[in-house]
């Protein structure tokens, strides 16, 4: 793999679906992998194979349909787990399974009632017994962000020298700060034995809405896969956005990470799996919320009509979105009224606008927002004391 390819691992039809309410059924699945294969991303975590026969069908579902990326099942330290996950992938052309253990303090007391000698030995024989079944064994070190990194670093030794070919990082709680998981990556790099022959990986929670920030901190230490979800969904307050790290990458050429992704299709495919799930985006998410690229303050609205890098760092079009949104409110000056009568078809001179804004103020002082059929009122009503021009 190149040093500067940044591999996209998305985990929406996995750690996404566990959010409450967010269930999906097979077919629902298949559309979004096919979705998230056309896109350009390099795995898909199809799912938690021995969890149900429901999520064994859509994994092996998926491994039948999807083309080019790899193809991931989920399974816990756990022979059951590795066997039924192998069998489930059996049609994937490029198949991984996805095996680990609880390696912080806390899960290691408290989860196992076990020892680090033991959770050591487990990991081990999971990723060896994996390795049985697939050549690509991804081995992940739960709550890795609050596991001890001299203690993080032996185990994931240990799991390389079993056949791992991925090292999966995760900040389970969302607990880490960015320049400690950053460390924490370079940490590995500089200290494991073998870190050189594996892929490391981010899979950074949103707990204190730290979960790109971080995985963009392990990038930049070394990590090259982050594990991601459309709109960021997932366990509690969510995962690392799929679409946030892949633009965050583009928009930041100094970093020199790419990944495969086609861009244009990251709105698109946000409102399917909003659709899908039922799952609403906040107008204000970055990226593909409803706000992301609109504008209501006059100040910033006069500033993109006459430059859009103005107030925008990202062209729309570059997500899939059609334009910039001038929406008009109180907030709202003269040029962004022009601006959107222009639009519908008029073309105003400066007195026929001094009078269209003053009715506009009257009007934006009572409604929230102003729409077009709003806007014809207006017009209708200057028009009676001046000629309007419509525009050709």
Not at 129 to 144: G, H, I, L, N, T
Not at 363 to 385: C, G, P, R, W, Y
């Amino acid at each position: 793999m190149q040093d500067n390819k940044m591999q996209i691992f998305d985990t929406t039809l996995r750690d996404g679906e566990q959010v409450p309410g967010c269930k999906l059924d097979t077919k629902q699945k298949l559309v979004i992998a096919e979705r998230l294969d056309f896109m350009g991303v390099d795995v898909i975590e199809a799912g938690f194979p021995v969890s149900s026969p429901g999520d064994f069908n859509s994994v092996s579902e998926v491994a039948k349909i999807v083309k080019n990326a790899t193809v991931c099942g989920l399974t816990r330290a756990v022979e059951k787990d590795i066997e039924v996950a192998a069998a489930a992938l059996i049609y994937a052309k490029k198949p991984r399974i996805h095996t680990g253990i609880g390696t912080s303090d806390s899960h290691i007391k408290y989860k196992f009632n076990s020892s680090r000698e033991e959770v050591v030995t487990r990991a081990v024989l999971a990723v060896r017994y994996a390795k049985s079944f697939v050549e690509d064994v991804e081995f992940y070190a739960e709550d890795a962000g609050r596991t001890d990194n001299a203690f993080l670093a032996q185990i994931c030794e240990e799991v390389i020298k079993a056949g791992a070919t991925v090292l999966n990082i995760p900040d389970t709680t969302g607990y880490c700060l960015p320049e400690e998981y950053g460390a924490k990556i370079k940490y590995l790099k500089e200290h494991v034995k073998g870190i050189e022959k594996v892929t490391i990986s981010c899979h950074c929670h949103n707990d204190l809405g730290m979960a790109t920030a971080n995985s963009i901190a392990g990038a930049i230490n070394g990590a090259r896969q982050i594990e991601c979800t459309i709109n960021g969904i997932g366990e509690r307050a969510g995962n690392t956005a799929l679409e946030e790290v892949v633009m965050i990458l583009k928009q930041h050429p100094t970093l020199n990470l790419e990944t495969n992704i086609n861009t244009q299709l990251l709105y698109d495919t946000s409102m399917m799996v909003r659709e899908k799930m039922g799952m609403p985006v906040q107008p204000n998410k970055a990226i593909v919320g409803a706000n992301a690229f609109a504008h209501s303050s006059g100040i910033h609205q006069d500033g993109v009509i006459k430059n859009r890098e103005t107030y925008e760092i990202m062209n729309p079009e570059d997500v899939g979105v059609t334009e910039s949104a001038i929406v008009l409110t109180a907030r709202s000056g003269r040029a962004a009224l022009a601006y959107r009568a222009k639009k519908i078809g008029y073309e105003l001179t400066k007195i026929q606008l001094d009078k269209a804004y003053n009715y506009f103020l009257q009007i934006a002082d009572i409604q929230k927002e102003i729409h077009d059929t709003d806007l014809h009122s207006i017009m209708k009503n200057v028009n009676k004391f001046s000629k309007i021009a419509i525009a050709s």
